[in-house]
């Protein structure tokens, strides 16, 4: 995934580490011209005698900054590009990813994974490889080999003292790795006790939790801030260590090169110039050392982005039998599947005509919205065939399926934008015919007093609106849509009555002649279906019209007796 992002930057990055290498060659020949003139001053008897050089130090100088600016370019557009690409891919892979494997993730993990990854990674390949590259490895060389131009002895002190640094790091870097990973599961847990704080707000003032959340809170905390300062003291004691060993080797080139100054063997210009040098190769060394910690620490978190884009896809959605037109008969023929270890359905055979409606009753629990799932394609079956017009469904390519079908699932389908939006998605669909089927689900005139009207938007999952507004405003996408099979599960829970048995008889008249397919837990609603399937465990143990399943189904008429008596309590 990194190589894909280097590749899609690849001009960029060959720009950027061009300008650093340029930067690094500039100024480290900024340096022995002025060593030279330095040691030609002391010699020269006027200032002509050095205006050359010094023209070539300040056209080295003025050409640096000007590099260090331009340098700004590349740099802040690679290390943004990375972070959202990143993102992208993310995004990318959500609209591929396996449905059951995103239900085992859980969207507020898949967040952090991916915001954690994408800053990681990020941080991988800009921060500790390009930066490397473009900064410190020139720097390092350049500075090594102008040093040995000098004097190879000190070269070789130096890129001696530095390996063995390195060495010790990389020893010590299990002891800081573990210290870090205490540091991201606190972190971890203290970003789920605020979220949850955020979020639950309702639960936890009505049960007064907040005190005891807030506690827990700052025990993390504290926990993280004790962590991170005792991993930075570790951390920084290596600088301190091998800032210790370059002034030792500072004062040794200071005494040795004064005597060899004094005894004519050098000149004072060159001891200047390698004292820079010296300076100038500390800190990219040490910054490395920061850098190669925090790249061995970024790649615990994005092990964990990778592993999500690796996440199973749905192989279906793009290959398969194009489906260019829909008649609506499904069947189901020994249908198994489950969860792993839970089991929901074992060895399912129905059939539904095209052109119908069917129900699907059973208690909680019974299987029904698995069912719903598989219809939609979502899950796939374990055991079995699931026929779409004489079809396997697994043979199909689901998106294209998808524009033949309109389902609406249990949890309202309902996401952050317009009601104007929620209805045609980016359709250009005039206000008319949006108010006429507005009109028909019974919200024409509550989008009327909402200021914006169609545009009013209507916060994440619809906080804005009613539970039953959200599930209206959830019909009139389907009835706008009109596709040739229409899957609902449970679509009317939160509306009353009247509403839902004056809904259901739109949706089963705008319908007609298509294939609907119907959970309701309100047995009422679904009367005049063509036929009712009844689920227990599972399992189907009785299917056929309503009054026959009340004469010959001895589940379905406990069931109706049960529901009839619960709902007679509730109106
Ligand atoms: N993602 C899941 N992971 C594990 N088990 C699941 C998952 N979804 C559903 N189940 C289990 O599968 C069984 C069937 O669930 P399903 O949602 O199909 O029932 P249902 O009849 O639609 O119930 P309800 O009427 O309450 O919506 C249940 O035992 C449920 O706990």
Redesign the pocket.
Known sequence: MLKKCLLHLKWWVVLYLFIGFAIQFLSSSGIVVFQQILDKAVAAKHIDEVTGLIAVYGILLGSTVILNYLDEYPSTHISNSLTERLKIMALSKISRIDYQAY?DLGTGQMIKVIENGAIAGSGILFSFLLRTMHELLPTIMFSLVFISFYDLRIMLVIAGGYVVIFLITHLLLKYLYKMKSTILKEQEKLSRYSVRGFMELVVFRTNKRYGKEIDKLSQTARSIINTSTRLKMIHEAFFAIFEWFITVVKIVVLVYGIQGALAGDTSLGVVVALLLFIEKIYSPIAIFNVLFVDYKLNRVAYQRLEDFINAPEDKNLEAGKEVTDIQGKIEFRKVSFD??K?K?LSNVSFSIEAGTSVALV?L????????IKLIAGLLKKKEGQILIDGTDIDDLSLNSYYDHISYLS?DTPIFDTSIRGNIVFDQAISDEEIYAVLEKVHLKETVLKLPGQLDAWVGERGVKLSGGERQRLAFARILMQRRNVLILD?PVSALDNLTEASLMETVLNEFRNKTVII?A?RLNSIKEVDKIIV?EK?SVIGEGKFDYLMDHCEAFKELWHKKASIEAISE
């Open positions: 239900q969860y792993g839970v929901a059973g909680s629990g019974s299987g029904k919205s698995t069912m249990q449970e959970i837990h689920v599972g």
